[in-house]
């Protein structure tokens, strides 16, 4: 159990779908992060969310939409993707200082496996 | 740019071999190290992590060393064991910013 739950683990959807994946944390954290993982390339941080603010986006296409509405809960939404949109997403959560100082280590969750057909 | 780089390729060993992991880093400041685990169908999960220099991080049979003379943390197990079989990942952080620099991962197969 690693404090942090993904829904759903598995998503199949078409290229004209809307859909999001769910996730939440458990432990208490102040700082989420969705990434998302392709075979045979790099894990891609996509975007931050610090005390429910969104503080980083690494130019992530405008199909992909994050939520965040509280610090435990912490949205994808997804529409019109693209097959190369096919990958591991993971969510992941840590406590960041209040003062920019030292973060713990980040929690990830199982992760959605999406496949865009 | 803080980056981390892990050795090319995939590692096959046998059962209660030894195994080595190199991991080296860039980095403007002086950042905390960690490794991470991900086994197959899970996300991943800390294995062991280094805040300063000198520092040895432990878990499960692994280790790795925070060197700051070489820039580097390389991962080691003396016998690894069939569920060790997993993809690992080296990681960096910088104090005072939340953002983990990942390595490619190494996938590590080990065969009874």
């Known amino acids: 159990e690693t404090g942090v739950t993904q829904t759903p683990r598995h998503l199949v959807m078409g290229m004209t779908n809307k859909k999001s994946l769910k996730c939440e944390q458990h432990?208490?954290?102040?700082?989420m992060y969705w990434y998302k993982q392709s075979a045979k390339k790099p894990l891609e941080l996509m975007f931050v969310y610090n005390f429910k603010e969104q503080t980083e986006n690494n130019s992530v296409p405008s199909r992909f939409s994050p939520e965040c509405p509280n610090s435990s809960h912490l949205f994808l939404h997804l529409h019109t993707l693209q097959p190369e949109d096919s990958a591991l997403y993971l969510c992941?959560?840590?406590?960041?200082?209040?003062?920019?100082?030292?973060?713990?280590?980040?929690?990830f969750g199982p992760g959605t496996r999406l496949t865009v057909l | 740019g803080d980056s981390v780089t892990q050795m090319e390729g995939p590692v096959t060993l046998s059962e209660e071999a030894f195994l080595t992991i190199n991991c080296t880093y860039t980095a403007t400041g002086y950042p905390s190290l960690f490794w991470y685990v991900q086994y197959p169908g899970e996300g991943l999960q800390l294995l062991l992590k280094a805040t300063k220099a000198d520092d040895k991080g432990s878990n499960k049979g692994f280790e790795a060393t925070y060197r700051k003379e070489t820039t580097s943390f390389h991962l080691e197990k003396g016998s690894v064991q069939v569920s060790d079989s997993a993809v690992y990942f080296c990681a960096l952080t910088l104090y005072g910013n939340n953002r983990l620099a990942f390595g490619k991962g190494n996938q590590v197969v080990v065969i009874p």
């Open positions: 992941a959560s840590s406590q960041v200082g209040t003062s920019g100082g030292a973060s713990t280590e980040q929690f």
């Open positions: 432990l208490g954290h102040n700082a």
